[in-house]
């Protein structure tokens, strides 16, 4: 934006605030909105060998987890800010059996272009309160194939100053001497995987090694305080020797004699007390794929291999995942299936090292099964049917089960992870006696979705989500988990999420494609409570973002491959070819045949129900507007964030003022003003004075930052954001692994730093006071020499220097002290 062009437009603007002065921060207490049970792939879970009860899960996207005594879960890791997102992948745990307050995570999200980091191992001494990076010189992929094998990461139980990491991309095994302060390649262990998942994938997402698969240390084979000789090594590789073992510590390497190379060693596991290491099969990296599969045992002493498969033939249609060994009862194994899709998942158990298995269900008489357990989803209950379901409609066991452990200190207690939730219970020992156990969902506290869109409408429930594998919620409760996602349709992940600003019951939905119904629109009229389907919707027409206009008859899309597109009355959708593909859209909250867009540096509006758009302000240096939202109150007061900062119009976008101090801004909204009849309250995860999360009382005059260290939401760029209207200083997050995050102010917000300054052109004409009434008036206000103002321009209100009459057939309103708009007669 040249000189010139921001002079203009602060002339043009209501409030122009000072350069800020330093940004005071306001203490927040935030909380999960519960959803309850994870809500996302759980691929490892490690128990501490020597101290009871001690647990902790590592998820794709969410970060890590800590066991509580009462089966709940602790987070660890929502310190990640916007500037270490990618410490929410975790590759790898280990939990050093000698010291049990040291804890190791490896993280990273990808390895591929999407991620420009590298990896990093995160140290603890006190359990995971805090945590020490140790950079790594090699990306870590926590969300890439083959995150569910495990653990990559291993503590010397013998020596715990020593651990290894097996790595991904080539990167071969790597080994710490310090604790895992630093960390050098074992130039002696040459194998570093053949597997890539797809090498004709251009995003790089599958065209990658998925390398070393899992470090497993042969404890008995050592002492105390000295280094432990025999460790093995399993890689993603087959057709070629995958599973290697040293008997020196690591100075030299062999592949083990006889094994099965025909498919990818997942996991390996040791049963001291039998000398036997436990490995599990498939013939994916999974966690999505794998048809067929197998479970093997190593005589460590013979050096013999055992196929101790559970079942053969037409039973074997999936690989194998989680294998656990109980530590106290030696020959008890079991192992899961890691892709059993259909009826369910299946879990089995031997007393006998494999030579006999027991299922948790079995055929009766197709289709009649016999299921062995209780089962309860009580802090989860959008899981599905409380109670056992004998159909085969619903798969109560789960899928992607790459995480199954038994407390090594307690044989009754054991856990598993699935690609929604963890599940386990108390009772394991009754599968060898009266059979039935019980389940049930145990990820009280872990949060781990991926949030798309949030809206808090004026009435109705509070919060609204779309959300990523699970579709969305209607949360009646901030603190209980709901009872049921969306339905009717019922999609994995919805994009997006609106309601009509003057009927607010009225909401639209977007899917993203991943479902049965070709269709990926629907409606609802009773805030969410039950939905019907957007029959005007093309079929496999997807994703993007959506805007429903006041009255909620009309529905503005920005499709993910098709463009923008407009349906009126559920009638079919139709092309919007004066829009850009790539532009934010939103709708006037109060006007309903006005929508907006924003795209490049240019910022659009339609007076025709989003039929047509012509281009009107600039947004100076802007390139990638991020966010479109409007004041509910105001038609026309309209806010952008892009990636050269926060900007504002009070006329429809024919001017904008660039607020001072905020250099890149993401997630924007507006919620309940501080004072009665006053401006809205303005959130947004911005850049001022650093990456964080802001709230401003005043328009963008003064800001307060409300997180804090210890919460740092992950990605700002990649989250969402809503405001209550009717709750002053309440806030929504919806981040991009952990769930959703609410806020409250905890005391008194700082004092202001700086006011808003008149523009060149004072006026000393005097405006509606603070005591005028929220609701609006046709009082005009006095007039000035100005021109009139045109349709939904501003006419009035604190500071303002512009006209105060309108164009013929417009009436100056007063809206609140801050603003008075040109709505028609």
Excluded at 338 to 364: K, Y
Excluded at 569 to 593: E, G, M
Excluded at 643 to 648: A, P, Q, V
Aim: with cysteine; aromatic share 12%; glycine share 12%.
């Amino acid at each position: 934006m040249t000189r010139f062009n921001v002079l203009a437009t602060l002339v043009a603007t209501a409030l122009v605030p000072l350069v800020n002065a330093a940004v005071a921060s306001q203490a927040y207490n935030w909380k999960n909105v519960k959803i309850g049970g994870g809500g996302g792939f759980v691929p490892g879970i490690v128990f501490n060998p020597t101290q009871k009860g001690l647990a902790f899960a590592r998820t794709d996207i969410g970060g890590a987890y800590k066991l509580n005594a009462d089966d709940s879960w602790t987070p660890l890791l929502d310190f990640v800010d916007h500037d270490r997102w990618n410490y929410w992948g975790v590759d790898a745990l280990a939990t050093d059996p000698v010291q049990p307050n040291r804890l190791y995570l490896a993280t990273g999200m990808y390895t591929n272009s999407w991620d420009p980091n590298n990896g990093q191992i995160l140290r603890s001494t006190d359990t995971g309160a805090t945590f020490t990076a140790s950079k790594l010189p090699f990306k870590v992929g926590g969300n890439m194939p083959g995150r569910g094998m495990g653990e990559r990461l291993v503590v010397d139980p013998n020596s715990n100053n020593i651990l290894f990491f097996g790595a991904r991309s080539g990167n071969g095994l790597w080994k710490s001497t310090d604790y895992g302060a630093t960390w050098s390649k074992v130039s002696s262990f040459t194998s570093t995987g053949t597997y890539i998942p797809n090498p004709s994938d251009s995003g790089g997402y599958n065209s990658d090694k998925v390398g070393l698969a899992w470090v497993t240390f042969d404890q008995s084979s050592g002492s105390s305080g000295r280094a432990t000789p025999r460790i093995f090594v399993g890689v993603a590789s087959n057709g070629t020797s995958n599973i290697f073992v040293t008997n020196d510590a690591g100075s030299t390497w062999s592949a083990v004699a006889g094994q099965n190379a025909a498919y990818f060693p997942h996991k390996g596991v040791i049963s001291p007390s039998e000398k036997v290491l436990y490995v599990s099969y498939s013939d994916g990296a999974g966690p999505y794929d794998g048809t067929l599969g197998a479970v093997y045992k190593y005589d460590i002493t013979a050096g013999t291999w055992t196929n101790i498969t559970p079942v053969s033939g037409s039973d074997l249609y999936f690989g194998f995942g989680g294998v656990a060994v109980d530590l106290q009862k030696p020959g008890i194994i079991m192992v899961a299936a890691l892709n059993s899709w259909w009826p369910d998942g299946q879990i089995f158990r031997s007393t006998n090292s494999g030579a006999t298995w027991t299922r948790l269900w079995e055929w009766q008489n197709y289709p009649a099964m016999n299921k062995y357990y209780s089962y309860s989803n009580t802090l989860a209950p959008w899981l599905g049917p409380n109670y056992v379901d004998t159909s085969t409609e619903n798969k109560q066991i789960g899928w992607m089960m790459e995480a199954l452990v038994i407390d090594p200190l307690d044989s009754n207690h054991w856990l598993y992870g699935t690609g929604a939730t963890i599940y386990g219970g108390h009772d394991l020992l009754k599968w060898d006696t009266v059979r039935n156990i019980s389940i049930a969902a145990l990820a009280d506290g872990i949060e781990e979705t991926s949030i798309q869109g949030l809206i808090s409408p004026p009435s109705g429930p509070s919060l609204l989500s779309a959300v990523g594998d699970l579709g969305g919620f209607r949360h009646n409760s901030l603190t209980a988990p709901p009872a049921t996602g969306f339905t009717n349709p019922t999609w994995a992940t919805a994009s997006d999420i609106d309601f009509a600003g003057n009927k607010p019951a009225t909401i639209v939905r977007i899917g993203t494609g991943d479902s049965s119904s070709g269709k990926q629109v629907a409606f609802s009229s009773d805030a969410g409570a039950s939905w019907s389907q957007h029959y005007g919707a093309a079929d496999n027409v997807s994703g993007g973002k959506v805007a429903i206009s006041a009255d909620g008859d009309t529905i503005l899309w920005r499709t993910g491959s098709n463009g923008v597109m407009v349906s009126q009355n559920q009638a079919s959708f139709i092309a919007v070819s004066s829009l850009p593909s790539s532009a934010a859209i939103a709708s006037d909250k109060k006007t309903n045949n006005i929508f907006y867009g924003a795209a490049g540096s240019t910022f659009y509006l339609s007076t025709d129900g989003g039929k047509t758009f012509s281009a009107k302000g600039s947004l100076g240096s802007s390139t990638s507007p991020f966010k479109v939202i409007v004041n509910p109150g105001v038609t026309g007061d309209v806010w952008i964030s892009t990636d050269k900062g926060l900007f504002h119009s009070t006329n429809s976008g024919t001017s904008f003022t660039t607020i001072s101090g905020v250099t890149q801004a993401w997630a924007i909204a507006l919620g309940a003003p501080a004072k009665s009849g006053g401006y809205p309250a303005l959130y947004a995860a911005a850049n001022i004075e650093g990456v964080g999360y802001f709230r401003s009382d005043d328009a963008g005059v003064n800001w307060v930052k409300i997180n804090d260290a210890a919460h740092g939401f992950g990605s700002a760029s990649a989250n969402c954001l809503t405001a209550n209207p009717r709750v002053h200083g309440r806030v929504y997050i919806g981040t991009n692994g952990r769930g959703i995050f609410f806020g409250d102010p905890s005391g008194s917000a700082p004092p202001p730093t700086a006011t808003a300054a008149s523009s060149a052109a004072t006026s000393t004409t005097a405006q509606p006071t603070t005591t005028a009434p929220a609701t609006a008036s046709t009082t005009a206000p006095p007039t000035s020499t100005a021109a009139p103002a045109g349709a939904y321009g501003q006419c009035g209100g604190t500071n303002w220097t512009g006209a105060t009459t309108c164009v013929s057939g417009y009436t100056c309103t007063y809206s609140n002290p801050y603003y008075s708009q040109c709505l028609p007669a």
